[in-house]
Structures are given as C-alpha cells and as structure tokens.
C-alpha cells in the first residue's frame, strides 16, 4: 500500500485530501469476526480499502482501530475514548488525529473499513467538490432497493465537519441525525458500488465479486 497518491486531489479540488477509516467494528452479524480482517481475495479488507483510497489521498491516512487491528507502516492510528462509542465517535476521534497543521478547507474522505469499492467511491466525490467549492461536503446516494445519503463514505471539509462534531458528545450519536445538517452535494452511485459488508449475505456477494 502506497500513503503517497501524488498529486491526483490537489490538482482536481485546491485542497489536499486526507483519509480516516473507521475499522473498529466488531461485526457481530458476521458471528464477532473483526470486519477489518475479513479477507476477500486473499486480502484483507482494511488493506483493501486502503489501496483504494489510494488515489485520491495525498495527505494523512487515519485508521481507528483497535489495538488487535494491524495498521500498515505510514498510516495513523487512533481509537475514540472509551471505544465502542459508535461510528460517529470514530470519525471524531479519527479528525482529532489528523496533523494539527492541516487548513480548515482541507479534505477529508471518510468511510467504514466495511466499504470494499472505496476505490470507485472516492474520485467522483473528489470531482464533484471540485465544481461546488462553498459546499461543506460531498456525499454517494445510492443503495437498494432506495437510493439513500451514505455519509460513512463521504468526502467532507475539515472545518465544517470538525466544527459540527465539537458541538455536541459524539458517543453513541446517530450519524445521520448529526450529519444531514452539512451543505453536502449528492452524487448518485449504483448500489453495487456503496454495498457495505455487514451481514453473511454481504460476505457471500463482495466472495463473489473479489474471489474470495
């Protein structure tokens, strides 16, 4: 896995692009295995997600995890405190571990480890912020059988979303409820494309899909 995408953000958005990967679930509906160690293809899934996030990151890759999670060299980790305090916990804990020097209109894309095509996710996102420069964020819609905001596989603002998730305790919030607030441009995706992996049958669809 590469840390160092070149200069693919920058030149699309004005901004550098950062990561934080939310790969501390216990997927209790896959029988407790951790999700990041899941392997499809003969990867694991946390390295997966990583090189996919690789062409669109230039600047810090943060992954909130647990310490039994192994964290590839060059990446950041964290875990929010106390754990087990909910993905919107993560992500908070996750910017607060981002370099203290990054700009308030820096980029930050944000996922679950649980998002296999990350990759195909990613650059339109990037693409879409670059033409909506005062929005605080861009988002996919997609999912079956409605197409639905996926805000954990999102591309946000450092200011705006520091700023929201400071107002308030982020220990056992709802992500939606706190993030629909953001001015965030929809991009419209195919359901495959932001399938997540949360259940035996997910499993059994990336298997097929990644060779696993």
């Known amino acids: 896995m590469s840390t160092g995408a070149g200069q693919v953000a920058v030149g699309r958005t004005g901004a550098v692009v950062h990561a934080v990967v939310i790969a501390g679930g216990s997927g209790e509906r896959l029988g407790g295995m951790s999700k990041a160690d899941i ?8 390295d ?53 020097a990054i700009g308030q209109d820096e980029l930050v894309f944000v996922c679950g480890v649980d998002t296999p095509a ?17 929005s605080d964020g861009a988002v996919p819609v997609g999912g079956a059988p409605e197409p639905y905001r996926q805000y954990l596989q999102g591309l946000y ?6 700023r929201l998730l400071a107002a308030a305790p982020t220990r056992d919030r709802g992500v939606t409820r ?17 399938r997540d992996l949360d259940s035996p049958a997910d499993l059994a669809w990336w298997a097929d899909r990644l060779g696993g």
């Open 157 to 162: 603002r450092r200011g705006p979303l520091a």
């Open 178 to 194: 706190t993030l629909r607030v953001l001015d965030l441009v929809e991009v419209p995706v195919p359901a495959d494309v932001c």
């Open 48 to 100: 997966l997600v990583l090189d996919g996030l690789d062409a669109v990151v230039d600047g810090a890759l943060v992954v909130v995890a647990p310490g039994s999670v192994q964290v590839p060299e060059g990446c950041r980790r964290t875990l929010e405190d106390p754990p087990g305090g909910g993905p919107l916990a993560g992500v908070a804990a996750g910017l607060a571990a981002l370099p203290e």
């Open 118 to 134: 990350v990759g195909a996710l990613a650059p339109p996102l990037v693409r879409a912020l670059s033409r909506h420069p005062g």
């Open 39 to 46: 392997a499809l293809g003969g990867r694991r899934l946390l």
